[in-house]
């Protein structure tokens, strides 16, 4: 593995199904982020992790979790699923103490039905 | 509010030169980023500005004044592969990012 992946790639769910989407970085870097791109709009912050074991509330955290077990993966649950929820889902890292850039994994496409 | 602004779609001719402006409001500033967007693909990371002044990275450069709330990316020499959307991203007080909705730039031949 070279810098972060995601899976799915896709999914196609259907409300009030519960879903996870998984991360994993092996850059060893303490910060991992979750967001949601949706068409004319930035990317929107869902939650954050600073390190392993503490997360964080983005801008719209509302109908999302996340856990940080460990410093590499950085799993996103959505418990019932809605279709407002249909967005493409970036995860990404940054290594504490330097100017923060972040990189970012390819991205699950969701679709809520 | 925190309010990042760029224009929504740019084109420009291959080989030419092109300016994407970006200006901010947000609730402090530490650092300005721009990232490269193709389609279907995720953000790449192309500059970082935290200082006034010009940053050259080959043929892409970025320019920052804080006092103007205001930074552009310029891309010279331009080629068919540098369609895609251009994305400002200012980092607040507390270190979050907040991105614009991006500049999605077509080159035509």
């Known amino acids: 593995i070279a810098g972060i992946t995601q899976a799915p790639t896709s999914q196609i769910l259907a409300a009030g199904r519960r879903m996870t989407l998984r991360c994993t970085q092996d850059m060893r870097h303490n910060a991992m982020y979750w967001y949601r791109q949706d068409l004319g709009l930035g990317l929107r912050l869902i939650h954050y992790s600073n390190t392993a074991g503490t997360t964080g509330k983005g801008e719209v955290p509302d109908g999302y979790s996340v856990s940080r077990a460990n410093t590499d993966d950085f799993p996103l649950t959505l418990a019932s699923a809605v279709p407002s929820q249909t967005s493409v889902y970036f995860c990404?890292?940054?290594?504490?103490?330097?100017?923060?850039?972040?990189?970012f994994g390819p991205g699950t496409r969701l679709t809520v039905l | 509010g925190q309010n990042i602004d760029q224009p929504t779609e740019m084109t420009a001719t291959e080989g030419a030169i092109v300016q994407i402006n970006c200006t901010y409001q947000?609730?402090?500033?530490?650092?300005l980023f721009w990232y490269q967007q193709h389609a279907g693909e995720a953000p790449t990371f192309l500059s970082y500005?935290?200082l006034d002044g010009l940053e050259e990275k080959g043929r892409f450069s970025s320019f920052l004044s804080r006092s103007k709330g205001y930074s552009y990316l310029l891309l010279k020499e331009l080629q068919m592969k540098d369609s895609a959307s251009y994305l400002c991203a200012v980092r607040d007080s507390n270190y979050q990012l907040i991105w614009g909705a991006g500049t999605k730039l077509i080159i035509k031949p």
């Open positions: 500005n935290v």
């Open positions: 947000t609730s402090g500033f530490n650092g």
């Open positions: 990404a890292s940054s290594a504490s103490g330097d100017a923060d850039t972040q990189y």
